[in-house]
C-alpha cells in the first residue's frame, strides 16, 4: 500500500512557474514507477508525464514543448514535477501515481493521489 499526497498546487500568471511535490508513504517508494497526470474540467484525464525506479528514465507527454521536468528522490520518498512557462491550457488538477514492477513505461497504475489543483489565469 502507498499513500501518495501532492502539494504545490496554485493559482499563477501565464508564464509563471510552479513545482509540484507528491510525497509517499512506505519504505518501498524506490519500487514504483511514478507518473504525473492531470485531469481539466470536462476533459479526460492525461498523463502529463512519468519517472522509472531509479530516476534514470523518463516520458512526457508530447503537447508539453519541454516545459515540464518530472524528477525523483527516493531517499524523500518525493516526485517532483517542475513546471515552467505556465499557459492556461496547463489549468487542471494534477495527480501523482505509483506503479509498481520494473517494467517502464508501466501499463497502468495503481496507488493515485487526491490531486492539487493548477490555475494559470492573469
Known amino acids: 500500500q502507498v499513500h501518495l499526497v501532492e502539494t504545490g498546487g496554485g493559482l499563477v500568471q501565464p508564464g509563471g512557474s510552479l513545482r509540484l511535490s507528491c510525497a509517499a508513504s512506505?519504505?518501498?517508494?524506490?519500487?514504483?514507477?511514478m507518473g504525473w497526470f492531470r485531469q481539466a474540467p470536462e476533459k479526460e484525464r492525461e498523463l502529463v508525464a512519468e519517472i522509472n525506479l531509479s530516476g534514470g528514465s523518463t516520458r512526457y507527454s508530447g503537447s508539453l514543448g519541454g516545459r515540464f521536468t518530472i524528477s525523483r528522490d527516493n531517499r524523500r520518498n518525493t516526485v517532483y514535477l517542475q513546471m515552467n512557462s505556465l499557459k492556461p491550457d496547463d489549468t487542471a488538477v494534477y495527480y501523482c501515481?505509483?506503479?509498481?514492477?520494473?517494467?517502464?513505461?508501466?501499463?497502468?497504475?495503481?496507488?493515485w493521489g487526491q490531486g492539487t489543483q493548477v490555475t494559470v489565469s492573469s
Open positions: 501515481a505509483a506503479a509498481a514492477g520494473v517494467t517502464f513505461p508501466p501499463p497502468s497504475y495503481v496507488y
Open positions: 512506505g519504505r518501498s517508494f524506490s519500487r514504483y514507477a
